[in-house]
């Protein structure tokens, strides 16, 4: 079994001085931690995966193609590989799990 705790991912992750961690890499998937802070750029470009976002905590906006949605604690975003995406106008510190399938390398 592999288990892992938030906060000590969060630390990691800020350890580490980067917006993203990842902290699993299977055959089939990844996962990491991404964090935001209030009032700065998404810089991501489209990957070639298909993603999951779980968003853990903060507020934010995100544009998925040409859809636009508000997220916060809770919300769950797919992005389709190679689309065009971006959080925005972030208004609380955001955190969010991030599931790519197949891995990302």
């Known amino acids: 079994m ?24 299977e055959r089939n998937m990844s996962v990491g931690l991404y964090a935001l802070a209030a009032g700065t750029a998404d810089p991501q470009q489209p990957h ?27 919300s769950v975003v797919y992005v389709p590989a190679g689309t ?3 959080f925005h106008h972030i208004s609380e510190d955001l ?8 891995p990302e390398s």
């Open 2 to 25: 592999k288990a892992f705790r938030l906060e000590d991912l969060e630390a990691e992750r800020a350890a580490n001085e980067g917006a993203y961690l990842q902290f699993l890499h």
């Open 95 to 102: 955190r969010v799990l991030v599931v790519f399938s197949p």
């Open 84 to 86: 065009v995406h971006k």
């Open 48 to 74: 070639r995966q298909d993603e999951v976002y779980f968003v853990v905590s903060g507020r934010a906006s995100v544009t998925v193609g040409t859809e636009t949605t508000q997220v916060a604690r809770g």
